[in-house]
């Protein structure tokens, strides 16, 4: 049961209230929303933030794994100031350097990426994967993995978190739709895979490797669930054999687990690759990218052939689509391309990733001593705190760990100045400093003991 607000947060309660009367629930995104009212910010600097009451919180959230580098960093702030102002405007509407230089980053982290195109969040960017894998391949379903996610639109918003009942055989997951209103044509084009298990995944494809144009999979689930090396390794094998194109949506996974990816980790080439959060430096962003002959097909000089081709050549592919008013926003590039730099210098990507090992290892420790059964799951700057003593290899193994005692935990930490909404994973950037893990610690450690003692 989600505790009452405390007095400490009144201004979060009344803004949240008039927010509602004119935002249907008071947010403007779903996931914003926690019982019995979220807190509303009002200022973010380095890992900290600070709510409309003046509390402070050690920000863990970092907008959903977007900040790597904290809430307004120095040199993010002066590459984008220096874009808007000096260069004269925010957006000019056509080409520009910067898109260049971020391709050309994008091509030597990558080891998947020839050629990339811009758009404005990763749920564009998976969009445009689906529909360019089903252009290069002619073949129309989409094949995904139960329990991941790709962005809020009607073809991928399927079974990423179904109602008990309704989920289907472990081998066999069904199509549960997460949302109403989405047409049935998706869900019967979707089929759904489960993730991490090989043999069934294989069974599937085989039965309908005629029709699948792609699987578009999370390597590692949710930021924190990883693909075992040998379950990736025979899944790139076989949708190789199969002609099935693999996309590997590196949204969360991208420079948080290395600056090339959870490509970069596993050594596993996809056939495209959608990027969003970090690469955009705080500002909204998506990219595509992936092999040269997939890409080239986005390209409006193999547009104008075919549009040319007419009546006599009824075996020219039609022309495949992609626009948008603000693809490649300067802005956002500036702050993207800094933010890279500032991961690429001074060995700052080891220095989160080592701040982030000692993280997790204390907090084991702390919970083990506790009596609970924790694992701080993941690779990199993200990591989950998973109260289990079972292995978690897909969504149906999270959903048997104590959420319950773990939900709890959250809501002590939010009064003791530790921001994660609650059951959210905790995202690293390079502002956390030794003084915030140790802060962490100390607020975990008391989080657990007012838990315990209600719980006594
Ligand atoms: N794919 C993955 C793996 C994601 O984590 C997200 C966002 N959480 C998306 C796609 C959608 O990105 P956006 O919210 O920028 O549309």
Same mark, same amino acid.
């Given at each position: 049961k989600a505790p009452s607000t405390t007095d400490k947060m009144a201004v979060s309660r009344q803004l949240h209230e008039e927010a509602s009367s004119v935002i249907p629930g008071g947010?403007?995104?779903?996931?914003?929303y926690f019982a019995p009212h979220p807190i509303v910010m009002e200022e973010g600097h380095g890992s900290k933030l600070i709510d409309v009451d003046g509390n402070e919180y050690i920000d863990y959230l970092m907008c959903y794994g977007a900040l790597m580098s904290g809430h307004g960093h120095p040199s993010v702030y002066a590459a984008v100031t220096d874009q808007m102002y000096s260069k004269g405007t925010?957006?000019?509407?056509t080409p520009h350097r910067l898109e260049t230089d971020m391709a050309k980053k994008l091509v030597s982290l =990558?080891? @998947?990426?020839?050629q990339v195109r811009f758009c404005n969040s990763g749920m564009e960017a998976t969009l445009l994967a689906t529909r360019l894998a089903a252009a290069y391949t002619g073949k129309k379903k989409l094949a995904k993995f139960e329990g991941? =996610?790709? @962005?809020?639109?009607?073809?991928?918003?399927?079974?990423v978190n179904p109602e008990e009942g309704k989920s289907?055989?472990?081998s066999e997951p069904a199509v549960v739709p997460?949302?109403?209103?989405?047409?049935?044509y998706y869900v019967n084009n979707t089929i759904m895979l489960p993730f991490n298990d090989y043999q069934a995944t294989e069974k599937i494809l085989r039965r309908h490797a005629h029709e699948i144009s792609a699987i578009i999979m999370e390597p590692v689930q949710s930021g924190f669930i990883p693909g075992k090396q040998d379950f990736m390794e025979k899944l790139r094998a076989l949708t190789l054999e199969l002609g099935i194109l693999l996309i590997f949506d590196?949204?969360?996974t991208g420079f948080r687990l290395a600056l090339g990816g959870a490509q970069e980790m596993y050594g596993i080439k996809p056939d495209l690759t959608t990027l969003g959060k970090v690469l955009g430096g705080g500002f909204p962003i998506g990219a595509l990218g992936g092999k040269r002959e997939i890409m080239e097909l986005c390209s409006p000089s193999s547009s104008r052939d075919i549009l040319t081709a007419?009546?006599?050549?009824?075996?020219a592919r039609q022309a495949f689509f992609h626009s948008g008013?603000?693809?490649?926003?300067p802005t956002t590039l500036a702050a993207g391309l800094a933010t890279i730099q500032l991961l690429e210098e001074d060995n700052n990507l080891r220095k989160i990733f080592d701040r982030t090992e000692h993280l997790k290892g204390e907090l084991e420790k702390m919970y083990y001593s506790a009596g609970i059964p924790m694992q701080a799951m993941g690779e990199g700057s993200i990591f989950n705190i998973v109260i289990t003593d079972k292995a978690v290899n897909n969504l149906r193994d999270m959903n048997g760990t104590n959420t319950s005692l773990r939900k709890a935990v959250d809501y002590e930490l939010l009064d003791l100045g530790i921001y994660s909404k609650p059951l959210n994973r905790y995202s690293m950037s390079t502002e956390h400093s030794e003084g915030d893990v140790e802060k962490t610690l100390q607020a975990h450690h008391e989080a657990i003991r007012r838990v315990k003692s209600k719980i006594n």
């Open positions: 947010v403007t995104a779903n996931i914003k925010t957006i000019f509407g =990558y080891p @998947g990426i020839d991941h =996610y790709h @962005g809020g639109y009607d073809q991928v918003l399927m079974s289907g055989q472990s997460e949302s109403s209103g989405i047409s049935d590196e949204v969360k007419g009546d006599d050549n009824p075996g008013t603000y693809n490649g926003h």
